[in-house]
């Protein structure tokens, strides 16, 4: 069945029953949002030549231009639902708050977007591809000038999914494949709609349609293989698993960033290997936000990059394996209790994973300032 004829009647019932497709329409707070709000990426989120800054100095930035890019990707998601022209030029500030955080502290944006509630998805998964790609694009040493578009790109690469019904994208069962072949139709009606606006850079456009190209042909919507995907492309698909497999996702349990890079690691015939090595440095050992196993058979978060030792990030242990009691809040120092290894929050069962590691990072968040 081909995606780019999709609408057969067959499926009208999956979008007639959709609220998208009702005569209410939007939400007025929703679509007015934007223009309403003063936008929070001033001169300081945009300052791109500002020094680096501790995890916890560029969070709170982090966390403004997350706050102005979900009202911006709300209102540009709610345009493509409803067939209006998308306003691109209000984006363009957002790419280069972004790209600004990401040169002040590569992680702040990321950790902030892990704590995204589970009907943000679609949202704050655009803003972290984003940012994953202008921060992979400086590790491939591309050229700064295209840093911009790259991460454009990375912003609208799933605007096509404003035509899936959520049903479906939420669905925590597995598809049919009247359902597959139609979410899988997001990358070409997304491209369909970037080029009847103004004017995108070419990566924007290549990535939009071919982000789920696989090396070996297995991909979509084109089947393209190998060196006929473009870098760009290559650097999505990896960008975009990653952080669709890491999240909190209603249907699925949340994988650890170690089990995301060992399943992609594990397919060089999909995944193109030399991208996917200086992608796997740039996530770090020891993520921000990531669950770990102590030598005292505890399981910690991780609060923060470490200042010298990879192997040893300052953490919080949350839950004590042998007594199956959960622990009070208390940051340990690095290298207290040494690291063992990467945990999946779904092998333990951890109630709202997802709520509790925004506490603990939000509570020690605060206690680093009140001592800086």
């Known amino acids: 069945m081909d995606a780019r004829n999709i609408f057969s009647p067959s499926l009208d019932g999956l979008l007639g029953g ?94 902030v977007t892990r704590l995204r509630d589970r009907h943000e998805y679609s949202y704050l998964h655009s803003v972290a591809v984003c940012g994953l790609m202008i921060d992979l694009a400086r590790r491939l ?21 404003s035509r899936v019904p959520t049903m479906l994208l939420d669905k925590p069962s597995a598809l049919t494949e009247d359902e597959r072949v139609l979410v899988s139709g997001h990358a070409q009606w997304g491209y369909e709609m970037l080029i009847q606006g103004e004017k995108l850079p070419e990566i924007v456009l290549d990535v939009c349609l071919h982000h789920h190209e696989r090396l070996d042909g297995s991909g979509y919507p084109d089947h393209k293989k190998g060196e006929s995907i473009s870098i760009y492309a290559r650097m999505a698909a990896i960008c975009d698993v990653y952080d669709a497999v890491t999240s909190v996702r209603v249907y699925k349990r949340t994988w650890s960033p170690a089990e ?86 779904g092998r333990w069962s951890l109630p709202d994973w997802g709520e509790l590691r925004a506490a603990r990072l939000a509570q020690f968040d605060l206690t680093d300032q009140a001592h800086a």
């Open 260 to 345: 995301a890079l060992e399943w992609m690691v594990a397919r060089p015939s999909e995944f193109d290997p030399a991208i996917l090595g200086p992608f796997s440095a740039m996530i770090g050992v020891f993520p921000v936000g990531s669950l770990v196993r102590l030598q005292s058979n505890r399981l910690a978060i991780v609060l923060d990059d470490p200042e010298g030792d990879p192997m040893a990030p300052p953490v919080c242990p949350i839950f004590c394996i042998q007594s199956r009691q959960m622990l009070p809040a208390k940051r340990l120092q690095p290298g207290l209790d040494p690291i063992l290894g990467l945990e999946s929050p």
């Open 18 to 111: 959709d609220w998208r497709q009702s005569g209410a329409g939007p939400a007025p707070a929703t679509a007015a949002a934007p223009a309403a709000r003063k936008s929070t990426l001033g001169p300081a989120a945009l300052h791109v030549g500002a020094r680096r800054a501790s995890f916890a100095q560029e969070r709170n930035r982090a966390r403004e231009i997350v706050s102005e890019a979900k009202l911006r990707l709300t209102a540009t998601f709610e345009d493509a639902r409803f067939g209006h022209a998308l306003k691109v030029d209000q984006l363009w500030p957002l790419v280069s708050g972004i790209n600004a955080s990401i040169e002040r502290h590569p992680a702040a944006i990321m950790g």
């Open 141 to 161: 040493r591309i050229d700064p000038t295209l840093h911009h578009d790259i991460g454009l790109a990375g912003l609208l690469h799933d605007i096509g999914k």
